[in-house]
């Protein structure tokens, strides 16, 4: 293993006085070279080249391990804010350019809106593909629709033997009046009706055949469920390139493919005593861990049908589909379909990448290490497939309360539960959000027209909820608050649009509009908060690529919201419009030009939508 293997990252230091920017390189070199980390970083230090570059003053080892660089800040200022203005697309890279990422997110079973917990699967999905996009990875966004599954057919049997309308009531989404109304009624019907369920299992034969009129029926009902869905992820931004629906995947013979696949080179077993006699058994190279995917009366497991969907979007299964136009999604992107009928030769093509992303919840972690243990086995040449697990969403009392759900006064916040019917839709929290925006807006803009205070009201309240959604860890359990995530100050979406909207507010009153900056004028920016501004700004890429490394978009909340507290201190010590010194004035309305453009990227990357005005 060469040096050129070592890995590293770039940080701040913990102490200005260390420098301007610190690396742990020498960490990794020192089991490389059998060095001690002191000593390894001393020998980074001694071969950096600093005539190549202008940026740097000096590097010097500490005897922690670690390599302090020190910055021509003069230089640095110029070239990031230069960059910064004329680079609409400032902070990409293309480490990844010429390769591909699958990435499933959403996949919420069409007999109900989608709730809480749902969005936040939806929003880091939706996140790591912009983060993708931006590093030049060949994106390809998919939302799996399970159409066969038993939640489906209790619907229909709701339909046809429950006496349900298979029309929703005037102004109500049919999404919701699905999972809200029937689908909690039929569950109640089954305890009332035993012989109810029996109806259940025929619906549910129906569905998997095809090709009658239950199944027609399910097909209907799923497709507007579907729709209804699509409007709920739109409001907050979020596209997909690919519906694949899990009947689909039945009907052109995948799980047949695999299951051939897998017995051929032994991962599964069929058990010839005990407990699972009769099944076919997936079995881990972990001790004691073993996986049915073929019940003894010869039926797959819910989990089973995984594997040969996996397989497809590694490109180890060939792609059969055909494909359809479905809906053109807001900006012109079209969504496709997939079918079970013959392919066509100029058809689109889906599936096969070099990573695949697949964003479920750490419920479902056993399964999905099953599912990556027998693509391995498939044989993945060298590709990988990655499980992003996140953590449940609770609701905090106060938010509960005001969404008319019950609670416990002895419990800090409420657990959703499908099951046990607690939960609260997306598109009711969207709609408390926008309410408690446009009154918080109202009050900050008085003569404010509807049309205005509507458009900043749901865009605050796509801030507030995108962003609450990932500025925590993946494994951490988020506790939503309807007022917090508001809130203008603090770790909140709501604040990263003010710092946008006060930039804005400020070049409109100056009417600047930048020509061109000059070296010494950038010299001018000297002050402490000037230089954690632009430090900051020059960073984007490497937190970008942080985050892209680590599947982790927290970073890039973190980073967005580093940088808007940097620039609101920059803001409340430096004055701009005010300044006397014709230069340092010039500097630094140059430097909030550049900063609105990075932070528009930044929000951009969180899928927040500016304004420049709140």
């Given amino acids: 293993m060469g040096v050129e293997s070592a890995s590293y990252s770039f940080s701040e230091p913990p102490f200005p006085e260390l420098g301007d920017l610190t690396c742990n ?110 590093v030049g990875y060949d994106v390809e966004v998919l939302n799996y629709i399970d159409d066969t599954g038993v939640q489906v057919a209790d619907v229909i049997t709701g339909i046809l033997y429950g006496d349900m309308s298979k029309k929703a ?36 034969r129906a569905i998997e055949e095809g090709n009658n009129k239950t199944a027609k029926l399910a097909q209907e009902v799923v497709e507007k469920v ?41 991962v599964v077993k069929l058990a010839e005593e005990g407990k699972l006699k009769g099944c076919w058994v997936l079995e881990s190279e972990e001790e004691g861990e073993e996986k049915v995917l073929v019940r003894s009366d010869g039926t797959a497991v819910y989990a089973a049908k995984d594997i040969p969907y996996a397989a497809w979007k590694m490109g180890i299964l060939p792609d059969r589909f055909s494909y359809k136009r479905f809906l053109v999604q807001e ?24 990573l695949c992303l697949t964003v479920i919840g750490a419920s479902q972690s056993r399964v999905q290490k099953f599912v990556a243990y027998a693509l391995e086995k498939l044989g993945l040449g060298g590709k990988t497939y990655r499980h992003l697990s996140y953590g449940e969403v609770s609701l905090s009392n106060d938010t509960a309360k005001d969404m008319g759900v019950k609670v416990r006064d002895d419990k800090e916040s409420l657990r959703m539960s499908g099951r046990f019917g607690i939960y609260v839709n ?27 205070l509507s458009l900043v009201s749901e865009k605050l309240a796509v801030a507030a909820l995108r962003y609450d959604m990932i500025k925590q860890d993946l494994d951490k359990t988020i506790t939503f608050d309807l007022k917090e995530a508001l809130k203008l100050e603090g770790d909140t979406g709501p604040y990263l649009v003010y710092s946008y909207a006060r930039a ?24 402490t908060d ?37 620039f609101n201190q920059f803001y409340e010590t430096s004055p701009v419009i005010s300044e006397k010194e014709a230069e340092v004035k010039k500097a630094r309305a140059y430097l909030v030009y550049a900063f609105r453009n990075v932070m528009l990227q930044a929000l951009q990357l969180l899928g927040i939508e500016p304004l420049s005005a709140i």
């Fill in 25 to 134: 390189v020498a960490f990794s070199l020192s089991k490389i070279l059998g060095l001690s980390p002191k000593d390894a970083a001393a020998r980074v230090s001694e071969h950096i080249n600093f005539k190549e570059t202008r940026y740097i003053l000096s590097a010097q080892a500490h005897t922690a391990g670690y390599v302090n660089f020190k910055f021509n800040l003069p230089e640095l200022a110029y070239e990031t804010i230069t960059t910064a203005i004329a680079n609409p697309d400032f902070g990409s890279l293309s480490y990844a350019k010429g390769k591909k990422v699958i990435i499933e997110h959403t996949s919420v079973n069409p007999n109900k809106a989608l709730h809480i917990g749902h969005a936040r699967n939806a929003i880091v999905g939706d996140t790591l593909a912009r983060v993708c996009r931006k």
């Fill in 169 to 204: 009531p005037s102004g109500m989404k049919y999404d919701q009046y699905c999972g809200d109304l029937v689908y909690v009624k039929v569950n109640d019907l089954y305890t009332l009706q035993p012989g109810l369920q029996d109806k259940r299992k025929e619906v549910s």
């Fill in 226 to 266: 579907v729709k209804a869905q699509l409007e709920t992820v739109a409001r907050m931004g979020i596209q997909y390139d690919l519906l694949n629906y899990e009947s689909h995947i039945l009907r052109v013979g995948y799980w047949d493919e695999v299951f051939d696949l897998l017995k051929k080179k032994g």
């Fill in 331 to 354: 900006g012109g992107r079209q969504l496709w379909v997939t079918s079970a009928e013959p392919r066509k030769r100029d058809s689109v093509s889906f599936g096969g990448c070099d």
């Fill in 426 to 452: 997306v598109d009711d929290v969207l709609d408390s959000l926008s309410s408690k925006a446009r009154e918080q807006s109202a009050e900050g803009n008085a003569g404010a027209g509807d049309k205005w």
């Fill in 504 to 527: 804005s507010r400020l070049l409109e009153k100056m009417g600047f509009r930048p020509i061109q900056l000059t070296r010494p004028v950038a010299a001018q920016l000297k002050t």
């Fill in 530 to 566: 000037e230089r954690r501004l632009f430090l900051l700004m020059s960073r984007f890429d490497m937190e970008l690529e942080n985050a892209d490394k680590a599947m982790a978009p927290r970073k890039v909340a973190q980073y967005a919201h580093d940088l808007a507290v940097a």
